[in-house]
């Protein structure tokens, strides 16, 4: 069996071994890589071809040795907790008469701060659909740690001299405290270079929206691919009523699927709670292995012998299963490969729906209507 520190070393000198761009991280050379005591990674590196100007002058300095030696948490590598250690070089200006010294500053980490702007990101897209409270478990982090990276990107101002192309704008709520309306608005965009923050708002008012969506420059609106957001109106209606029909508003898949499964679970619960009424201890029981499936599992995931097994259920309780393969029917969708395609189906089904026996999922459908009828023509549910 090999060794604890035989591994170590093996994963070591092969994290040596890789170009420093693997870490994302511009102009930097690794140095050195170690696990600590507590097996978090501590790659060690340097700034390479970075020219430290003047604080006063913006002249040329001369090296004025290094600055202490910061350690930034970073995005996990082999799924251990990273950190960047490096010590920032100084520069002493000779121009100016009394003779400044000038710390180095990288793009990829803000001054002041514990992290790298690459693991900000990923905290505040980690935000999304979730609360302050869950990310600070899920990634080790205090909560007020995670409130100061929010407070660091709120109202900045954008520089769209900085952006040269848009893609799929997205715009998400964030909700700072769970059950409490304290939102912030984070505004994204997704090219082929990847994911880019940019910006944060606070609240979300149709008015601080739109204001911002009528800041982007012309020259960038053409750019835009479409705007992807949930289902709230104040998001929806402000895309709409700046961009108009030239640029699809897209309603994105986890709050249509979310909205979906809560039918199957409203329709689970009352199945279940008349047959509880109904049969007897011993008859109930014997559905408990089908129960425990429906509870556990989402409905796609079901193999050939789990179906067999749900059926006893579904001939007690015909509307569950009613619901059950709705649910099955929208997640299908998922695999067509067009938007329009899958927003035709969408509109098919719903029409089909407000004619079927189940009001919960007819109120679903009678929810999606003012996505797909004629005044949102080009506003589709993306899947």
């Known amino acids: 069996m090999i060794s604890e520190s035989v591994k170590n070393g093996f994963v070591m000198s092969n994290m040596l071994n890789l170009p420093a761009s693997i870490l994302g991280l511009p102009n930097i050379e690794i140095m050195d890589a170690k696990i600590d005591s507590i097996g978090d990674f501590v790659i060690n590196v340097k700034t390479i071809d970075n020219t430290i100007k ?189 961009f108009g029909d030239d640029i699809p508003v897209v309603v994105d898949r986890y709050h249509v699927s979310k909205l979906y499964r809560k039918c199957l679970v409203t329709a689970r619960k009352s199945e279940l709670k008349r047959l509880k009424r109904t049969l007897t201890k011993d008859e109930y029981k014997e559905l408990k292995p089908a129960i425990s499936l429906l509870t556990r599992r989402k409905e796609c995931e079901f193999n050939e012998d789990e179906k067999k097994q749900l059926e006893p259920l579904f001939k007690l309780a015909p509307k569950l299963k009613e619901a059950y393969y709705l649910c099955l029917k929208l997640t299908a969708i998922s695999h067509y490969r067009t938007i329009v395609s899958k927003s035709l189906i969408v509109h098919g089904f719903c029409k089909i729906t407000l004619k079927a026996l189940t009001p919960l999922y007819a109120m679903l459908a009678i929810t999606y209507n003012p996505y797909l009828n004629h005044e949102y023509k080009r506003l589709f549910i993306f899947f």
């Open 54 to 242: 003047c604080k006063k002058c913006v002249g040329a300095t001369s090296a004025h040795g290094y600055h202490r030696t910061l350690k930034l948490r970073h995005l996990p590598v082999f799924g251990h907790r990273t950190y960047i250690e490096f010590a920032p070089a100084r520069g002493i200006c000779n121009n100016c008469d009394d003779h400044p010294t000038t710390t180095e500053d990288s793009d990829w980490y803000n001054s002041g701060s514990s992290y790298t702007k690459a693991y900000e990101k990923h905290a505040l897209l980690s935000l999304i659909n979730s609360t302050i409270s869950d990310v600070s478990i899920k990634e080790d982090l205090g909560y007020k740690a995670i409130e100061a990276i929010v407070d660091r990107y709120i109202d900045s101002d954008v520089d769209w001299a900085k952006v040269s192309e848009l893609g799929l704008l997205g715009i998400d709520e964030i909700s700072l405290k769970k059950g409490h309306k304290d939102f912030v608005t984070l505004i994204t965009s997704r090219t082929a270079e990847g994911i880019r923050i940019i910006c944060l708002i606070k609240g979300r008012e149709k008015s601080k929206i739109k204001g911002f969506l009528s800041s982007i420059p012309r020259d960038l609106r053409k750019t835009i691919v479409a705007v992807c957001s949930d289902m709230y109106d104040g998001f929806v209606n402000s895309a709409k009523e700046v």
